[in-house]
């Protein structure tokens, strides 16, 4: 008999099941590893069940076939770095066919599913694989038809719809309220909705200021109105990350009282079944089960519910996206600083497409959204062989491939690819800052082991404790100070101790010294 895994979930209309046979797949025993854990994976989060049930079989064939891989007997511990690119250049060729997001997507899941079984079987992967699934993938977010924002009006009518159901009936777990109460914390948090899908009580931990409350858990706190915050655990399988969020009620009100809700409406039913998912109804016959939701649809629920058409697609990340805009429009000068929900790079390829927020844009951002873009891509740098992309915004270096590393000329402080095409100045300019340490921040520069002297003194130039004030440190000198701190990280400790005997030999702007102190320090 051969060996079949089964992924099985129990919606109201009965069982669904997603199989996978090793057997049948190019390369059996590794096939069979993904599988258990895939089986162990969708025990916890369901919502990666489907991509990862294509993702498998595909990347099995892929392994199959190169070079130096047993399809017969080698298993997971037999995977390398060449093998995951081997699947990523597969990836790219069918993306550029078919000009899909799925081949994206198979990426991004299979990563993540990578680093959730080295996370639970800590040595089970090889180090280069380990270290191939923490990198970005080369593969990108392509939509043939990306999702609009719902309009501000059709916002307003599934709120109001929404809210006036949950204050029908108090106690109600049916399958349209909790349609309802997602709907409301879609737009109060901007969540993912499978991230608010997978909560458990256990995930949501209510804490309190009131003395009243001083020994009740969270199911007490909830139902009696006094919780004064929510400390929200939140797992994005694709992110690979757990973040905490904190909502408090004096400054997320509606956050706070939609968990409030929740919790308190669904509790008796949690201690009935023994389940912990936040999101319980009684199923047809009465058993109490999570919800299903496929059922009833969002197209469904719209229909029923609220009172004038809503815009198709009927899709929940629509609800999302309206929710970050509005973010935007309310918080437009710290969005991209604080970078809450996305880097300035994933944002401005993903989230302007709506109208409203281009409107806005065009009103209050202008030129300055596209500063700030450039801002947050950073300069090449080259360490040996291994050239790596620096994202300003996050301090992150990204690897990327020796032929996209433009040829440079060498410059007052570091390489420029662009000397006329300045940031700073206008096209055919000269850039009018080369020897003020801007070049260290700029997409144009490409610093190698050569420029490791000028990046020594701007650090030490640049230094907070040398600035007589914040502002003028947090305006002019912070990223520079920031950037060659990440840079100086990614040399040989031996090349920037040899480097720091020379930096008396770097033709700088010595002012700088003296405009770092600012105007008052004289």
């Not at 009006?153 to 929404?162: D, I, N, P, S, V």
Request: charged fraction near 30%; hydrophobic fraction near 40%; include cysteine.
């Amino acid at each position: 008999m051969r060996e079949e895994f089964v992924v099985e979930w129990f919606p109201p209309a009965g069982p669904r099941r997603l199989r996978l046979v090793p057997a049948n797949l190019g390369a059996p025993e590794l096939a069979r590893e993904l599988a258990s854990s895939w089986v162990a994976l969708c025990r916890e989060y369901i919502s990666p069940v489907n991509i990862l049930r294509t993702a498998i079989p595909k990347f099995c064939a892929i392994v199959a076939r190169q070079p130096g891989f047993d399809a017969s007997t080698d298993g997971i511990e037999a995977l390398r770095r060449r093998h995951l690119d081997a699947w990523e250049r597969e990836l790219l060729d069918e993306q550029a066919k078919k000009k899909t997001e799925q081949p994206y997507r198979l990426a991004v899941f299979l990563s993540a599913f990578l680093r959730w079984i080295e996370d639970e079987q800590p040595g089970k992967l090889h180090p280069s694989v380990v270290e191939r699934v923490r990198e970005k993938t080369r593969l990108s977010l392509v939509s043939s038809n990306p999702l609009q924002d719902f309009s501000r009006r059709e916002m307003f009518l599934m709120r109001k719809a929404a809210r006036e159901l949950t204050h029908q009936d108090r106690e109600s777990c049916d399958p349209d309220v909790l349609v309802a109460l997602h709907v409301l914390l879609s737009v109060a948090t901007g969540q993912p909705p499978e991230v608010l899908r997978v909560l458990t009580v256990d995930d949501v931990v209510a804490s309190t200021t009131d003395p009243r409350g001083a020994d009740m858990d969270t199911a007490v706190l909830a139902a009696s109105g006094l919780a004064t915050s929510y400390a929200v655990t939140i797992f994005k399988l694709r992110a690979h990350s757990v973040d905490e969020e904190v909502y408090t009620r004096k400054h997320d009100r509606r956050v706070v009282s939609l968990f409030d809700d929740l919790i308190s409406r669904t509790n008796t039913l949690r201690q009935q079944s023994g389940l912990r998912s936040l999101w319980l109804t009684r199923g047809r016959t009465g058993e109490i089960e999570r919800h299903d939701w496929s059922r009833p649809r969002l197209s469904t629920w719209l229909f029923r519910h609220v009172e004038e058409p809503v815009s198709r697609n009927h899709d929940w990340r629509r609800i999302r996206k309206s929710a970050i805009a509005k973010d935007v429009m309310d918080n437009t000068d710290t969005f991209l600083e604080l970078q809450h929900r996305h880097s300035p790079s994933t944002f401005f390829g993903r989230y302007t497409a709506s109208p409203d927020m281009r409107a806005h844009m065009g009103r209050l951002w202008g030129r300055t959204a596209a500063e700030m873009f450039d801002r947050a891509v950073g300069p090449a740098v080259v360490v040996g062989g291994s050239p790596v992309r620096l994202d300003v915004a996050t301090q992150q270096a990204r690897p990327i491939e020796s032929k996209s590393v433009p040829r440079a000329y060498e410059g007052a402080l570091t390489g420029c690819a662009a000397p006329e095409q300045s940031p700073y100045a206008d096209e055919g300019e000269t850039c009018p800052v080369a020897r003020a340490g801007k070049c260290f921040t700029c997409p144009n520069a490409v610093i190698t082991e050569a420029h490791l002297p000028a990046m020594i003194l701007l650090n030490e130039a640049s230094d907070p404790e040398a600035a007589g004030r914040l502002d003028t440190w947090t305006s002019l000198w912070r990223d520079i100070h920031r950037s060659t701190a990440t840079m100086l990280t990614l040399f040989p400790a031996k090349s920037v101790d040899e480097a720091r005997r020379r930096t008396s030999e770097v033709l700088v702007d010595l002012g700088i010294r003296q405009e770092l102190r600012g105007d008052d320090e004289k």
